[in-house]
Nanobody, 125 residues
Framework: VQLQASGGGLVQAGGSLRLSCAAS????????MGWFRQAPGKEREFVSA????????FYADSVKGRFTMSRDNAKNTLYLQMSSLNPEDTAIYYC???????????????????WGQGTQVTVSS
């Protein structure tokens, strides 16, 4: 399994970005897929996820209504559309995949075995 995240960058507060995660060795209908982020000095935290059966997406309260997770099965690519960004969204964003993660645990980074390399998102005020 390989995950390649891209699309990060520097954006002003209120702006938008779309992150992509190209996946290989993953069947979206057999894997839970997630987005997590980690800010400097903080633990990695849940952003959004889709469970193995396609349920979701589920969102962290901090991004609900501003972020939209989607996937293109034909391209085997996961997306995270982020809008109304604020400086608190500044972090490295990671995509993750796991075949065993169950719905009740997809909010925890430890539930995911496979990780992309991360892409930096910086929001200036």
């Amino acid at each position: 399994v390989q995950l390649q995240a891209s699309g990060g960058g520097l954006v002003q507060a209120g702006g938008s970005l779309r992150l992509s995660c190209a996946a290989s060795g993953v069947s979206f209908n057999r894997y839970a897929m997630g987005w997590f982020r980690q800010a400097p000095g903080k633990e990695r935290e849940f952003v959004s996820a889709i469970n193995r059966s396609g349920g979701g997406p589920f969102y962290a309260d901090s991004v609900k209504g501003r972020f939209t997770m989607s996937r293109d099965n034909a391209k085997n690519t996961l997306y995270l559309q982020m809008s109304s960004l604020n400086p608190e969204d500044t972090a490295i964003y990671y995509c993750a995949a796991d075949r065993q993660a169950i719905s009740s645990s997809i909010f925890r980074p430890t539930s995911f075995a496979y990780w992309g390399q991360g892409t930096q998102v910086t929001v200036s005020s």
